[in-house]
């Protein structure tokens, strides 16, 4: 797999990640609570639970993220646009850092050379550390989405 | 985007957010009929606006989205979908609003666009749209 990053400029995560997985089976892997818990945050000693998601236009989703010390992030959002199997729009706040305000997940996934592209915009951020940061989270995550497809025969 | 206005906050969020004061700023230009606007200003609740450059409905603009905060006279968060060409996915709008001085100092941020010709149009809207906005709560 690969990883690009780049995009619009100032506070946004720009991101995307090509799989050998079609894209029914990345967007299975994106939405179900389930296989969400094998790659989301799942390396570096970190645990997901509480991962919950109602795919439907305002359905809430839930994950809580245990580091290996410390305190338990929980994320929470609402789906907006759920167009399976290749656009999920969301918004998203999480207790990471300071995060006060509500940012917007859009999710691409489209077929290239027999596999997958996701492609992944999250924003916008209200400074530069708290993209970083998100950056950091989603690059490992996508990381381990690609060996969850690669490992796992679903 | 950042703007002053010479009325309080509580009076700009006010005229932001009322249903039957969205059409005095909204796309209000020469040539427009007024806005058709429906707001439930709560956590999830839904709002509506429509844009009507003439009486012909099939120019009509259709925008609509979803409240995600909202904070009495400080913040608001909420989606934002409408049919403007290169920009019809959902999107996110934030805008605060702070005493400055005698009046209002309010911040707009909008994204994240998928397409150049999506972000000029609604930075062209709102720049229309923050001109009203100005007379409407600047005016008497």
């Known amino acids: 797999m690969e990883i690009e990053t780049g995009g619009p400029d100032g506070p946004v995560v720009s991101l995307s990640a090509t799989f050998a997985a079609p894209v029914s089976r990345v967007w299975a892997a994106w939405t179900d609570p389930e296989q969400i818990a094998r790659w989301f945050f799942a390396s570096d000693g970190y645990s997901t639970n509480n991962v919950t998601s109602d795919l439907a236009e305002l359905g809430r989703f839930t994950i809580d993220v245990r580091p290996p010390e410390g305190d338990v992030t929980e994320i929470r959002g609402f789906h907006i646009e759920v167009s399976p199997p290749d656009r999920l729009i969301s918004t998203w706040r999480g207790t990471m850092s300071d995060e006060q305000y509500w940012t917007l997940v859009d999710v691409r996934i489209e077929p290239l050379d027999g596999g997958a592209r996701l492609s992944l915009v999250h924003g916008m951020f209200e400074c530069d550390s708290d993209r970083a940061l998100h950056e950091q989270a989603w690059l490992s995550s996508l990381q381990s989405l690609g060996n969850y497809l690669e490992t796992s025969s679903r | ?140």
């Not at chain 2, 608001?76 to 005698?102: C, M, N, P």
Request: glycine content about 10%; proline content about 4%.
């Open chain 2, 1 to 140: 985007m950042t703007s002053h206005l010479r009325a309080p906050p509580g009076k700009v969020f006010r005229t932001w957010t009322d249903a039957a004061l969205i059409p005095k700023w909204f796309m209000a230009v020469p040539g427009y009929l007024p806005a058709l606007a429906e707001v439930a200003l709560e956590e999830r609740g839904a709002w509506r606006i429509t844009v009507r450059p003439g009486d012909d409905e099939s120019q009509f603009s259709h925008f609509h989205g979803y409240f995600f905060a909202v904070e009495q006279g400080r913040l608001l968060e909420y989606s934002w979908r409408g049919d403007v060409l290169g920009a019809e996915h959902t999107t996110l709008v934030r805008v605060t609003f702070e005493e400055e001085g005698d009046g209002s100092l309010v911040r707009l941020t909008h994204g994240v666009f998928e397409t150049e010709a999506g972000r000029a149009a609604h930075a062209q809207g709102w720049n229309l749209c923050i001109e009203g906005l100005a007379r409407a709560v600047e005016g008497e």
